[in-house]
């Protein structure tokens, strides 16, 4: 009982020193200021850009960065600096959200797998194999053809094309404790068991792929960024880093500012998470280094 | 090494009918009919009707999932929408386009990711191989696109070195050439970091290997013991890594030819999409879904000739 | 002259928890035509002693003092690393433990064995029949095919026999064997050690056959090396050594010997006490915490004593041995 108790003390020590670690490395440091403050700017956007990002108005059309729009304005004369900022919260909501979901889905069917029946796990295991054989982009595309462009379109094919990972490592990790003694001597107590795979397997498993998860952010954020770019993502005029970029590279022979504020955001987001996931990776779990 | 390559091949056959009904549930899923969203809201009923009749809509689900999958394995993906070509036709015209620029940043890759994993490795822990580990991470991590879009805007609107846009004049090799540089970069790039953090790992445990050792006490030059014992031995794993790659590289090629308004498969199925010709993107779909099993089927059976270690086991 | 002189040999690693004294004053001879083992247990320095031989110290190590002279007049640790390379392979060849990693994966055998006569200037045919001729001289069968076969299409006594053809083919004047013969089963480590004794006489090289298995040093060898956490603690001809061991350690070593037990024991006997760590070598006799003879004047380095002709003992009671199994 007594570990049960010292657990999070543990945890909790283990985390402050994983954290001086983490911010040892230059890598991870920068990593997490990055991430940070894209956080940052996200959260407190109609703090830090006072003008409305959907605000059109066509006398300010491809203004260069200056006092009055930091970033300049796009080919309507919507004030850039605003947008980018209120495209982060698209780009951060649609990443940890549909990664949160994607977890669970993943989670559920690779403990239904690794610990169900034998003729589940194989037909499971086909199914991710197949999704996995789809390129991304094209799963995406055919997706959007047949249900139409909205964000729902982007975090279901973001779920699809995350699910059968996690649910392939989840099934490997719990296949090995599936007979592991700890998980045995409580089977032959009479746990039933949806109480073995919460108590027993779930938390040894949790980890890893916290970790790997943290790693898949930037992909989703490159994915939503993508699909709106191609105008399959976010309907306009709602803001997203994609759509900047794409408004930006339809007028680019008449202003750059546009792409460049399209793609600093997407360039700094994606760079942060994975400095800081790569970091993460090799200060609390050095295994997963070999994936 | 031929049952192998059987079972092998067995597999892929399995994965690509199971990507098939995936797909064809897609199609029957999608909300109101297939025919009613081919021919968006204007289409009068009996249009509609004629082309449920054509596309088969009207028999029951299994002998529509059926003709789909028999059709498919016989090569017939249906006729496009507005000409009534066959889409296995307009597919495989697109598709040399979409393989030279794959084949292009495959070779980005190898050329760049193998010099710089290997070299990461021999100065292992000095500067060049920081600098070599944060690049790769950072090429990995910028999607394609945004390094698509940035180089276009420096080297064909800034500099003007390269072209911007299109494949290059047909029958003229050099130009077409010319024309492949930047977006095959873009699509090559990211896996330059992937290949030269793989070379770099395997490399580092290879020159650990006793037959290293070996080759040292035998007095062979450094150079060789480097680039022919472990290189050799380092390169295998980054052929399986390619028959991955390459599928995410058919994801960047689709932005790339995007970008760079190229001929290609992703150009049509965007196209495709903004004219509501789904068929033709369950079409290219299909055909770069089997492309891409074949690839990692070929990358398999490659890594299993190239070792001689992998080829005796089967 | 000697083929090998080494004379007062230090090494040292600086690791990140300080500098480690791996080899401390190791003296030693191999004379022209003999074989010389070197007996001690894993972690005694003998893998550091080849490595430095060969000038394959990893680079975090260095000679620290003390000189390996070849042939009389080169000095190994002065050599740079193109001369040291000339030498390796050629005049120097080694035979490495295990034999089933000892030889490239990926390339044919053919292709190592003619790979590693790139100094010869003779032509590919020449080169490979070369190769084929000497695969027959250490009994491979079809030595010819066995040119175009691979490491992993052979068996683990074959594989141990073709790196033993591979580096005597350039008929060196010094053969390093490292335990070639430790990751054989018995009846293939006879066969082994009677083709190097054969193949030694017929190309009249020496001999530096490291071993932790004294049979096998007692059949093959005519002098001995003890060494013990990186010190040459006693060293001389077999017979000396093995009937008259005058280092305490070598006394129990020769006990922990299964071959030698004279009456059957329920345990094997075992040297208390551990290796000392090397990053902090203790002043004095290294043996000293683990000996049963230690006395007041084990606190200080003990002497290499000279007890007979050639045989020495680092021990301040090398004249006064015990009568072997008087303990224990």
């Known amino acids: 009982m ?168 989840i099934r490997t990790q719990t296949i090995a404790l599936k007979n592991a003694e700890f998980v045995t001597a409580a089977q032959s107590m009479g746990a039933s068991t949806a109480r073995i795979l919460r108590v027993h397997v779930l938390p040894n498993v949790i980890g890893p792929i916290l970790i790997l998860a943290s790693m898949d952010i930037p992909v989703v954020i490159a994915i939503e960024a993508g699909m709106s770019f191609l105008g399959l993502g976010v309907r306009p005029p709602t803001p997203s880093w994609g759509a900047i970029l794409n408004d930006g590279f339809a007028s680019i022979r008449e202003s750059v500012w546009i792409v460049v504020a399209g793609g600093i955001p997407i360039i700094l987001t994606t760079l942060g998470f994975t400095f800081l996931g790569e970091t993460l990776r090799d200060v609390f779990d050095p295994r997963l280094k070999a994936r | 090494m031929l049952n192998y390559a059987i079972k092998r091949l067995g597999l892929a056959v399995v994965i690509v009918s199971v990507a098939m009904f995936l797909l064809f549930s897609m199609i029957y899923l999608i909300p109101g009919d297939p025919a009613s969203v081919a021919l968006g809201p ?58 030279a620029l794959i084949v292009g940043g495959i070779s980005w890759s190898v050329a760049l990711g193998i010099p710089l994993g290997c070299l990461a490795a021999v100065r292992r822990g000095g500067w060049v191989d920081r600098i070599v580990g944060v690049l790769s991470v950072a090429v990995i991590a910028v999607p394609s696109f945004v390094i698509a879009i940035y180089a276009l805007l420096i080297f064909a609107v800034w500099l003007q070195w390269l072209p911007a846009i299109g494949a290059g004049e047909p029958g003229e090799p050099g130009d077409q050439l010319v024309h492949l540089i930047l977006p095959s970069l873009a699509v090559g790039i990211g896996w330059v970091g992937y290949i030269a953090r793989m070379v770099r790992a395997s490399m580092l445990e290879v020159l650990e290997a006793s037959h290293i ?18 290189l050799s031995i380092a390169i295998l794993p980054t052929v399986t890594l390619l028959g991955i790659g390459i599928g995410q590289m058919l994801s960047s090629a689709v932005f790339a030819e995007i970008v760079f308004s190229r001929p290609g498969v992703g150009k049509l199925v965007y196209d495709a999409i903004l004219t509501r010709n789904f068929p033709v993107v369950t079409g290219a779909v299909l055909v770069t879904t089997a492309f891409f099993v074949l690839l990692n089927l070929i990358a398999d059976l490659i890594v299993g000739a190239l070792d001689p270690r992998v080829r005796s086991n089967f | 002259m000697p083929v090998l002189s080494v004379t007062g040999l230090n090494v040292r690693f600086s690791t990140e928890d300080g500098s ?120 491979i069968p079809d030595a010819e095919a066995a040119l175009s076969r691979y490491p992993y299409e052979f068996s683990g006594g074959m594989t141990q026999r073709i790196a033993i053809a591979m580096a005597l083919m350039m008929e060196p004047a010094l053969l390093i064997a490292d335990e070639p013969t430790t990751a054989l089963d018995a ?8 083709l190097l004794q054969e193949l030694q006489v017929k190309i009249g090289c020496s001999v530096l056959f490291i071993s932790h298995h004294l049979g096998v040093v007692a059949e093959l060898c005519e002098d001995v090396v003890v060494m013990y956490a990186g010190e040459v603690v006693e060293r001389g001809t077999v017979r000396q050594v093995f009937n008259d061991p005058r280092h305490p350690y070598t006394v129990r070593l020769l006990e922990c010997d299964p071959a030698r037990q004279k009456k059957r024991m329920r345990h094997l006997p075992t040297i208390p006490g551990e290796i000392p760590d090397l990053r902090a070598r203790p002043e004095g006799c290294i043996f000293a915490p683990r000996c049963h003879r230690r006395f007041g004047a084990c606190a200080n380095t003990p002497p290499d004593m000279e007890t007979g002709t050639g045989h020495v003992a680092r021990c301040f009671l090398a004249d006064q041995p015990e009568p072997v199994g008087a303990q224990g």
């Open chain 3, 187 to 194: 009846t293939l480590e006879v066969a082994t050690i009677e």
């Open chain 2, 213 to 230: 050792r070996t080759a040292y006490a035998f007095g062979l030059p450094d150079n060789q013991i480097i680039y022919r014992y472990a």
């Open chain 2, 42 to 99: 204007r289409a009068t009923e009996a249009m509609k009707a004629a082309l449920r009749e054509r596309m088969g809509l009207d028999q029951p689900i299994w002998v529509q999932f059926w003709n789909f999958y028999s059709g498919a394995w016989t090569g017939d993906l249906g006729t496009e929408i507005l000409s009534e070509r066959p889409v296995l036709t307009v597919v495989m015209e697109q598709l040399p386009y979409t393989v």
């Open chain 1, 2 to 169: 007594s570990e049960a108790i010292s657990e999070p003390v543990i945890a909790l020590g283990r985390g402050a020193r994983s954290l001086r670690r983490l911010l040892r490395e230059p890598l991870g440091a920068f990593g997490l200021f990055l991430v940070v403050a894209v956080i940052g700017a996200a959260v407190f956007a109609d703090l830090l850009a006072s003008a409305d990002p959907s605000r059109i108005s066509p006398r300010d059309r491809f203004m260069p960065p200056g006092a009055e729009h930091l970033l300049g304005t796009d080919q309507l004369g919507r004030d850039l600096f605003s947008r980018v900022l209120h495209g982060g919260r698209i780009a951060l909501t649609v990443a940890l959200g549909s990664t949160g979901v994607s977890l669970l889905i993943g989670i559920a069917l690779g403990l239904i797998s690794g610990y169900g029946p034998r003729w589940l796990d194989n037909v499971l295991i086909l199914l991710f194999d197949a999704i996995k054989s789809f390129p991304t982009v094209m799963l995406a595309l055919a997706f959007v053809t047949l249900f139409g462009p909205s964000l729902t379109a982007v975090v279901v094919v973001v779920i699809i094309i995350n699910v059968p990972g996690y649910a392939r490592i």
């Open chain 3, 20 to 139: 480690v004294h791996a080899l401390k004053d190791v003296s030693f001879d191999v004379p022209e035509r003999r074989i010389v083992g070197v007996v001690g247990e894993s972690g005694c320095g003998k893998s550091t002693l080849i490595n430095a031989i060969l000038g394959l110290l990893a680079k975090n190590g260095e000679v620290s003092k003390g000189s390996i002279l070849f042939q009389g007049d080169r000095d190994l640790t002065k050599l740079g690393a193109t001369e040291m390379r000339a030498l390796r392979g050629e005049e120097i060849a080694t035979v490495f433990q295990d034999p089933m990693g000892a030889l490239n994966p990926v390339f044919s055998v053919g292709q190592q064995m003619v790979n590693v006569q790139y100094r010869s200037g003779l032509s590919k045919a020449e080169k490979r029949k070369r190769a084929s001729e000497m695969l027959k001289q250490v009994r």
